[in-house]
T-cell receptor, first 110, second 115 residues
Framework: GQNIDQPTEMTATEGAIVQINCTYQ??????LFWYQQHAGEAPTFLSY????GLEEKGRFSSFLSRSKGYSYLLLKELQMKDSASYLC???????????FGAGTRLFVKA | GAGVSQSPRYKVTKRGQDVALRCDPI?????LYWYRQALGQGPEFLTY????????KSGLPNDRFSAERPEGSISTLTIQRTEQRDSAMYRC?????????????FGPGTRLTVL
């Protein structure tokens, strides 16, 4: 079966660092995406990992371990505007079907 | 430049009616995806097009749902004989490339309510 697990909610303080974990069990794997979705808006792309290791992009980094079926998104120097849902998504074999997790709602407090 | 657009943004219909939801992808984008998103959940894959070819429709819930992209640009998702359980946000996304690494650009969605 296809399963992607993320924590439902997290709370962190402005200026801090937060790590959002994602574990997956899918029939195939052709890469993992992280998307950000503010309430009432469309998801927007944050990062893509297909090889093991860390990808860094400004305040955001994403890590992948294919052998463990595990990824995390690291957000540094948190800002209030980072309050949003963060969606982990796995691309299935064939490169078309993208399976999304339910998302992690992050609340950033002052 | 223009992003992905969808119309209508809101659709209210009665049970049993057919609805057609339209997606205008970013110009030149090869890939087009349709998703359904329930409140508080991630998008649920419905179908995928590479130009006009529907290469994966494994996520369409049943045969009341169909999609087309006849000229490789605009796409229509049609739901026949709508049921209350079809109420959801329907989103499309387009991608510049075909295949594995494909950042998806999402549209604003059509909120469908079936009474």
């Amino acid at each position: 079966g296809q399963n992607i697990d993320q924590p439902t909610e997290m709370t962190a303080t402005e200026g801090a660092i937060v790590q959002i974990n994602c574990t997956y069990q899918t029939s195939g794997f052709n890469g993992l995406f992280w998307y950000q979705q503010h309430a009432g808006e469309a998801p927007t792309f944050l990062s893509y990992n297909v090889l093991d290791g860390l990808e860094e992009k400004g305040r955001f980094s994403s890590f992948l371990s294919r052998s463990k079926g595990y990824s995390y998104l690291l957000l540094k120097e948190l800002q209030m505007k980072d309050s949003a849902s963060y969606l982990c998504a796995v691309v299935d074999t064939g490169g078309f079907k993208t399976i999304f997790g339910a998302g992690t709602r992050l609340f950033v407090k002052a | 430049g223009a992003g992905v657009s969808q119309s209508p943004r809101y659709k209210v219909t009665k049970r049993g009616q057919d609805v057609a939801l339209r997606c205008d992808p970013i110009s030149g984008h090869v890939s087009l995806y349709w998703y359904r998103q329930a409140l508080g959940q991630g998008p649920e894959f419905l179908t995928y097009f590479n130009y006009e070819a529907q290469q994966d429709k494994s996520g369409l819930p049943n045969d009341r749902f169909s999609a087309e992209r006849p000229e490789g640009s605009i796409s229509t998702l049609t739901i026949q004989r709508t049921e209350q359980r079809d109420s959801a946000m329907y989103r499309c996304a387009s991608g510049k490339l075909a295949g594995t690494y494909n950042e998806q650009f999402f549209g604003p969605g059509t909120r469908l309510t079936v009474l």
